[in-house]
C-alpha cells in the first residue's frame, strides 16, 4: 500500500454518488444564463502569469501567495488560472470582441489557489463565471443579482443573503485609501501582522480582516461610503432602487471590499450561515478599468462567480436532496443466443426511449447474480430474455417495484409496453 500514489491535497474527485448533485446545479444554472441571454466560452486553464499579477493585483493575497505559478519547457512563466475574469476579458481583447460591442459571456470549470484547505475552501475548485462587458448602467449590475436570486429560487435554496456596496471610482478610492492609511498608522501598534503588510500594499483589505482582535479598530475606521464620487453614489442608489423594485432584499456592508483590485463602483456578494467559516458562495462586481489595464478598449464590465462545491454542498444539504439518477431498464439475458439478441434489443430501447438509461447484464451470470444486480442498479424495470423465450418471439417484463408480477411480452412492442411502465 506504500507505494500508492495519493491525490494533491486539496484538490478532490467528485465521485458519481455525488455527481447528481453537480448535474442538477450545472443544468439549472445553464438554464437560467439562457435565459438572460448569456453565451458559454471556454478559455484557457493555464495564462501569463502577467495577466493575473495586472489583473487582480500584484499586492493581493492571491498574486502574493496563493498562484500555482510554474516555467514551462520554453522558459514562460505561466499560471493555473486562479479565477476566471481576468482570462474572459483577455479573451475578448485578443479575439477583438470590444470595439464598442457588448457581451454577455459565461464559462465554467477548474480554479486554483493555493490556499489553506478547510471544508468549503480548496485548491482546485470550480466556479460558474458571468460577464457582462460593455454595459455601464446599474440595471445590468440589478439584472446580474437577479440571475442569482434566481438561481437560489429555482436550487430551492433559503439560506443565502445578498451583501452589497460600492467601490466607487478607482480616484474616489486613493483618497480614501490614503485616509485610511493615515488611520491605520496612527493604531499601528494594534494591527496583526497580516494587516501590517497590508498598510503598504492594499490597506483596503484590512477591513477585510477575520481577526476578532481587530474588529474594534475596524469599526472606528473612515468609511469608503463618505469618499464616494458623485456619479457612483449615484450608481449605487440605483442599484438600490432597482433590487427594491425587484423585491430583492439585501444589506449595504461598507465593509465588503473584494480580495481583488479590479473591481469600481458596486460589489456584491451572497453568504451562508450553513457552510460555518467558507460562507462565501458567489461573489462579484463591477469592473470597468480592467480592460484599459489589460491594454483593450475601455469597457465598462460587471460580473460574478460562484463557488460550485459551496453550491452543491448547500442543495445537498436539502432535506428532499437532488434528483438521483437511476437506471429505467436493466436486460437479463441468459444463453448463448439470448445474449447475442439482448445486446441489439438494449440499442432498439435506447433508440425508443431517449432520455432513459438502460443498462444490460453484461459478463454472464446465472439469472440469479443478474437479478442481483438488477436490484442494485435501482432500475425500475427488468426485461428477461432466454433462449426460450426467444424462441417464442417475446420477452418477459417485470416491474423491479411494486408488487406487479411478471408478463411476456412480444419483442415488437416491448419498447411500448416498456414506455408505458415508466
Ligand atoms: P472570488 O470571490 O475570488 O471572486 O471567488 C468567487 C467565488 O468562488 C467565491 O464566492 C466562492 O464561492 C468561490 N471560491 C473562491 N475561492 C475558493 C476556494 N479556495 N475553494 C472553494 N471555493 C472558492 C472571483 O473569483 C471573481 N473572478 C468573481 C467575479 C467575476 N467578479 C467579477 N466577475
Not at 12 to 37: K, S
Not at 220 to 233: C, Q
Not at 310 to 339: F, K, N, T
Amino acid at each position: 500500500m506504500s507505494n500508492q500514489i495519493q491525490p494533491v491535497r486539496g484538490m478532490n474527485d467528485v465521485l458519481p454518488a455525488e455527481i447528481g448533485a453537480w448535474q442538477h446545479v450545472e443544468r439549472v444554472a445553464r438554464a437560467a444564463l439562457a435565459a438572460y441571454g448569456y453565451e458559454e466560452v471556454r478559455v484557457p486553464i493555464v495564462e501569463h502569469t502577467e495577466l493575473f499579477k495586472r489583473s487582480i493585483g500584484e499586492f493581493t493575497d492571491i498574486v502574493e501567495k496563493e498562484m500555482y505559478t510554474f516555467q514551462d519547457i520554453g522558459g514562460e512563466s505561466l499560471t493555473l488560472r486562479p479565477e476566471a475574469t481576468a482570462g474572459i476579458v483577455r479573451c475578448a481583447i485578443s479575439n477583438g470582441l470590444l470595439r464598442g460591442a457588448r457581451h454577455k459571456l459565461w464559462c465554467q470549470g477548474p480554479m486554483f489557489r493555493h490556499e489553506r484547505p478547510q471544508k468549503g475552501r480548496y485548491r482546485q475548485f470550480y466556479q460558474i463565471d458571468v460577464e457582462a462587458l460593455g454595459f455601464p448602467g446599474p440595471d445590468i449590475d440589478a439584472e446580474l443579482i437577479a440571475l442569482t436570486a434566481r438561481l437560489w429560487r429555482e436550487l430551492r435554496l433559503t439560506r443565502v443573503r445578498l451583501m452589497i456596496n460600492s467601490l466607487g471610482t478607482a480616484q474616489a478610492r486613493a483618497g480614501y485609501r490614503e485616509q485610511l492609511v493615515q488611520y491605520f498608522r496612527s493604531h499601528e501598534s494594534a494591527l496583526d501582522e497580516d494587516s501590517r503588510r497590508r498598510l503598504g500594499g492594499n490597506p483596503l483589505r484590512i477591513l477585510d480582516s477575520k481577526n476578532p482582535q481587530m474588529r474594534a479598530l475596524i469599526e472606528g475606521a473612515p468609511l469608503l461610503h463618505d469618499y464616494l464620487d458623485p456619479e457612483s453614489r449615484e450608481h449605487f442608489a440605483a442599484l438600490r432602487a432597482a433590487l427594491d423594485a425587484l423585491g430583492i432584499a439585501y444589506e449595504v456592508n461598507p465593509r465588503l471590499v473584494r480580495g481583488l483590485d479590479y473591481y469600481s463602483r458596486t460589489v456584491f456578494e451572497w453568504v451562508t450561515d450553513a457552510l460555518g467559516a467558507q460562507d462565501a458562495v458567489c461573489s462579484g462586481g463591477r469592473y470597468d478599468g480592467l480592460t484599459a489595464q489589460l491594454g483593450g478598449e475601455p469597457t465598462p464590465a460587471t460580473g460574478f462567480a460562484m463557488g460550485l462545491e459551496r453550491v452543491v454542498a448547500l442543495v445537498s444539504q436539502l432535506p428532499d436532496g437532488p434528483p438521483a439518477a437511476v437506471p429505467e431498464v436493466y436486460i437479463v439475458a441468459s444463453g448463448e443466443r439470448a445474449q447475442l439478441r439482448a445486446l441489439g434489443l438494449a440499442e432498439q430501447l435506447r433508440d425508443a426511449l431517449p432520455g432513459r438509461t438502460v443498462l444490460l447484464n453484461l459478463g454472464g451470470g446465472n439469472f440469479k447474480t443478474q437479478f442481483r444486480r438488477a436490484d442494485r442498479s435501482g432500475a425500475r424495470v427488468a426485461v428477461i430474455l432466454g433462449d426460450a423465450e426467444l424462441d417464442r418471439g417475446v420477452a418477459a417484463v417485470k416491474p423491479l417495484r411494486g408488487d406487479d408480477g411478471q408478463t411476456d411480452c412480444p419483442l415488437s412492442e416491448l419498447p411500448a409496453r416498456i414506455a408505458s411502465l415508466l
